[in-house]
């Protein structure tokens, strides 16, 4: 059984990756638009969701793509509550 410690710590982490996601999403799309590119938030947040696949996938270390998955997650379950 997990402690409440830990509960809380996992969602403190998941909360922090979801700002960082967030974060991302929103570079992406400042680039974008500046670029002339007008694209809408869910399309944007799947590219970042592909785009951190690509990074787990190439990445070699265990820890370091754990933490990606965790990102991962974190900006699915974004993508999911925005629809």
Known sequence: ???PGLI???GQIMTGLKCIGDGVTYLI???LENM???VSQQ???MA???ILLTVVWKV???LTSSIFLFFIMAQAMSFVGAA
């Open 60 to 62: 070699g270390s265990k």
């Open 29 to 31: 799309g400042f680039i």
């Open 8 to 10: 809380e710590a996992l």
């Open 36 to 38: 002339g590119i007008s």
């Open 43 to 45: 399309l944007i947040q």
């Open 48 to 50: 970042t969701i592909l």
């Open 1 to 3: 059984m997990l402690s």
